[in-house]
Each structure stands twice: as structure tokens, then as C-alpha cells.
């Protein structure tokens, strides 16, 4: 990487790691709850649903959010999702029904009632983020979910990635940084089509295959950048992109 492409990258993070990321982003619900407990669960829940177009995925987001009365751990550890979200074969969002989201709780509320939280099952199972990618994966598949959470890391897992970010990165207004046992060194870039466009117009891929793997070397990558927190590079990605449209208009 030339040192003037380390420096784009760093003057976008700055510009656009930001409060005002928030605005629109689905990051935005994590910070409308209290206690870790919440917002870690909220995080997760927002982050399964974060696919497709924005203006469809927040509201469905959001009415979850008030659902839950903005205790999304306790509504689903103490069951009372079960008497206010129905348990039905109607669409909620895309390919996910009610029948699929309310499987998607029972395994949560599993894994909080065995564990605690999803906090203190990865604390146990990983030390890494791809190990906690993996964790993940691997739990809820052994649950029988399948879609709403990938069930192994052949895929770039973008979602997980999202989630893990916010909840390791620190000194953040964005990302909570909660989870102080995963070192945010080892996180892995959420790679999705927007990503891989940036990534491929400033010459780091070349490739056009959005893996695991994929998201790795882009991660090692950006780590030139960015070596004592990589992940940074996500908010300089988004800024180029942004950027860069304003150009080309």
C-alpha cells in the first residue's frame, strides 16, 4: 500500500467516524437502549436484519425495538417475545417469516438462559474474531438456523463481522466496545458488494469472489493503514464511496 493511499484512507475514517454515522445506519439502535446486556442483544437483533434496502430492514428493526419495550435481553430471555411476536408463516422481511424469526429467538434464548449472553458464550469459545465468527455460525446451526445466521465461514459471514465490530471496537462514537476479551487487531472487515467496490477501485482486491477468505486479505490489507485497529478502515471505505459518487455527479 503507497503511503498517499494510507493517507486517503485515514483522512476518510477521521472525516466520517462520526455521530452522525449513526443517522440511517442500523448501528443507530444499540444506542437507544441501556445496560450491556441490552445493547448487545439489540446489536445482534439489528444486525441479522441489516440486509437489502435500508428503508425496509430499519423499520422491521425498529418495531422489534418497540416490541421489546427496548429491553430486547429480556424479551427474549424471559419468553415475553412469545406473547407479543406471532408465531406464524407470514413474511416479517424478505425470505424471513415469523415462523423462521421466532426459531431465531428460541435459539437465542437458549444460548442466553445455558450461557448468560452471547458476550459470555464467545468469552468461552474464542479468542479471535474469526473464532468468534465461527462460534456464532457454529452454535446457531446446531440450533437448526439456517439463513438468518450463515451456517459455517465459507461466506464473508458480513453481518457477524458487522456485529463484532461494534461490540469490540473502542473509543468509538459509533461501535460500543463491550467486549474487551476479543482483541480488535483480529477483526475481520464486513465484506459486502459496496466494500468490495471501493476496495477493488483503490487496488487493494483484484478478485471478484466475496468469501471468508476474501475478507481476510482485504482485512491484512487495510491493517497497513491501520495496524492497531483495522476495522477503521470500514468508516474510510464508506467515506471514499461517498466521496467518490460526489465526484463522479
Not at 64 to 71: A, C, D, F, K
Not at 102 to 130: C, P, V, W
Request: aromatic letters at 12%; glycine letters at 6%; hydrophobic letters at 40%.
Amino acid at each position: 500500500m503507497t503511503q498517499q493511499l494510507k493517507e486517503i484512507l485515514i483522512a476518510n475514517a477521521r472525516l466520517y467516524e462520526t455521530s452522525d454515522f449513526l443517522q440511517g445506519d442500523p448501528s443507530w439502535f444499540m444506542h437507544q437502549v441501556s445496560g450491556k446486556l441490552n445493547q448487545e442483544a439489540m446489536a445482534f437483533v439489528a444486525s441479522v436484519l441489516s440486509y437489502g434496502n435500508r428503508q425496509q430492514f430499519m423499520p422491521k428493526i425498529q418495531s422489534l425495538l418497540e416490541l421489546s419495550q427496548y429491553q430486547m435481553h429480556f424479551w427474549i430471555h424471559d419468553s415475553t417475545f412469545r406473547h407479543t411476536f406471532p408465531d406464524d408463516n407470514s413474511c416479517f422481511y424478505r425470505l424471513y417469516t415469523n415462523h423462521q424469526m421466532t426459531l431465531f429467538f428460541e435459539a437465542y434464548q437458549h444460548l442466553m438462559q445455558q450461557y448468560g449472553s452471547l458476550g459470555d458464550y464467545i468469552r468461552l469459545n474464542a479468542k479471535t474474531g474469526f473464532e468468534a465468527v465461527e462460534a456464532i455460525s457454529r452454535y446457531f446451526s446446531g440450533q437448526g438456523i439456517t439463513g438468518i445466521i450463515p451456517k459455517d465461514t465459507a461466506s464473508p459471514c458480513k453481518r457477524i463481522c458487522m456485529f463484532l465490530r461494534w461490540m469490540v471496537r473502542t473509543d468509538s462514537p459509533v461501535d460500543l466496545g463491550i467486549w474487551e476479551f476479543i482483541d480488535k487487531r483480529t477483526l475481520i472487515i464486513p465484506l459486502d458488494t459496496h466494500v468490495m467496490q471501493q476496495a477493488q477501485s483503490l487496488g487493494l482486491l483484484t478478485g471478484r469472489t466475496t468469501t471468508m477468505n476474501t475478507a481476510i486479505r482485504l482485512t491484512r490489507q487495510l491493517s497497513e493503514a491501520f495496524p492497531d485497529d483495522p476495522l477503521k478502515a470500514d468508516f474510510a471505505l464508506f467515506g471514499y464511496g461517498v466521496n467518490h459518487k460526489q465526484t463522479d455527479a
